[in-house]
C-alpha cells in the first residue's frame, strides 16, 4: 500500500483543519445545523482513511458514503431546508421526533432542491460525485455484489487508494462549506491552493 499517501493525507488534513479553524458568521439554528453536519462529514473523512488504512474497505467505504451525505446535509441545511426541516433537526431527541425526522428529504430529494437553491460550484460538485460513486456506495452500505465480491476476492491496492483521494476531494467540498459559513469566503482561494500543494492526495480532476 502507499503509505506515502495516507502520511501526505494527514498532514494536509492538519492544516485544513488550520485554516477553517473559525467561528461561524452566526449562530442562527440554520448556520448552526449546517456546521455540525459539515463537521461530522470532516469526523467521518478521518474515520474512513483510519478504516481504509487498516485494511478494512468495506467499512471504510460505509462510512466514506456517510461522509458524502452529512456533507449534502450541510449544504441542503443552509440552502434549501424549510423552517419546518430545520425545527425537526433542531428538537430534543426523543421517540416522537425521531419519528418525525424520518420524513426528512433523502439525498435524491436533497440534489433536487440544491439545483435549484445553492451555488451551482456547489451543486456540480455534489453532484459529480454522486454520479460517479453512488451506485457503489450503496452496494457496500447494503452488503452488495461490491463488497461481498471484494471481501471474498480481496482488496485491489489501486481502490483504496483512490477512495482515499475521493475522501479527501470530499473534505476539500466541506472545507470550502466551511468557510462559506465562517463569512470568509476569500478563505476559499487558500484552500484550493492548499489541495493544489497535495495533488497526490486529490482525485482527478480535483
Known amino acids: 500500500m502507499n503509505l506515502e499517501l495516507f502520511e501526505d493525507t494527514e498532514k494536509f488534513a492538519e492544516q485544513l483543519r488550520s485554516l477553517i479553524d473559525l467561528p461561524l458568521f452566526d449562530t442562527s439554528p440554520r448556520q448552526l445545523l449546517s456546521d455540525v ?4 462529514s470532516l ?3 478521518g474515520a474512513c482513511r483510519n478504516l481504509l488504512q487498516s485494511g478494512m474497505l468495506p467499512s471504510g467505504v460505509v462510512i466514506h458514503r456517510a461522509q458524502f451525505e452529512a456533507l449534502l ?10 423552517e419546518e426541516h430545520l425545527g425537526k433537526l433542531d428538537a430534543e431527541l426523543t421517540v416522537e421526533t425521531e419519528q418525525g425526522a424520518k420524513n426528512l428529504p433523502l439525498a435524491y430529494e436533497m440534489m433536487t432542491f440544491l439545483e435549484k437553491k445553492a451555488p451551482p460550484q456547489a451543486y456540480e460538485a455534489l453532484s459529480r460525485f454522486k454520479e460517479n460513486s453512488w451506485k457503489a456506495l450503496n452496494s457496500y452500505a447494503h452488503a452488495g455484489i461490491h463488497p461481498l465480491k471484494r471481501h471474498k476476492e480481496g482488496y485491489p491496492i489501486a481502490l483504496i487508494e483512490n477512495i482515499v483521494r475521493n475522501s479527501n476531494g470530499l473534505a476539500v467540498m466541506s472545507a470550502m462549506h466551511a468557510a462559506v459559513l465562517s463569512g470568509v469566503q476569500p478563505l476559499q482561494k487558500e484552500i484550493l491552493m492548499l489541495a493544489g500543494r497535495y495533488a497526490n492526495c486529490m482525485p482527478q480532476p480535483l
Open 37 to 40: 453536519s459539515c463537521s461530522m
Open 73 to 82: 446535509r450541510a449544504i441542503w441545511i443552509l440552502y434549501a431546508a424549510s
Open 43 to 45: 469526523e467521518h473523512w
